[in-house]
């Protein structure tokens, strides 16, 4: 069974950073290799918006600059690098895995709260 497990959510002041990471289990390591991997946000109220994936050159326009995406094959996981914060990037982050850019697998999210 595959399993996305994302860590590194909290509270964090304006301004500040946070390193979100996502771990996948259940996935050999050549199959995890080939996924595109992304990263989506849902705030309380909003639809759920795309932020950045690792075979998708598109990134929310909100957040160029200041987050990144990347990837550690070898431990099968992703990561989002979010600098310069804002209050609203406060929402719950999850990671996706698929083949191509259909993301299959989700995860249950970590939280993301930014105080002005």
């Known amino acids: 069974q595959v399993r996305l497990v994302e860590s590194g959510g909290g509270l964090v002041q304006a301004g500040g950073s946070l390193r979100l990471s996502c771990v996948a289990s259940?996935?050999?390591?050549?199959?995890?290799?080939?996924?595109?991997l992304g990263w989506f946000r849902q705030a309380d109220g909003k639809e759920r918006e795309f932020v950045a994936g690792?075979?998708?050159?598109k990134v929310l326009e909100s957040v160029k600059g200041r987050f990144t995406v990347s990837r550690d094959n070898a431990k099968s996981t992703v990561y989002l690098e979010m600098n310069s914060l804002k209050p609203e990037d406060t929402a719950k982050y999850f990671c996706?895995?698929?083949?191509?850019?259909?993301?299959?697998?989700w995860g249950q999210g970590t939280p993301v709260t930014v105080s002005s």
């Open positions: 996706a895995a698929g083949p191509r850019l259909d993301y299959w697998y």
């Open positions: 690792t075979n998708n050159t």
């Open positions: 259940g996935l050999q390591s050549a199959i995890f290799s080939r996924y595109s």
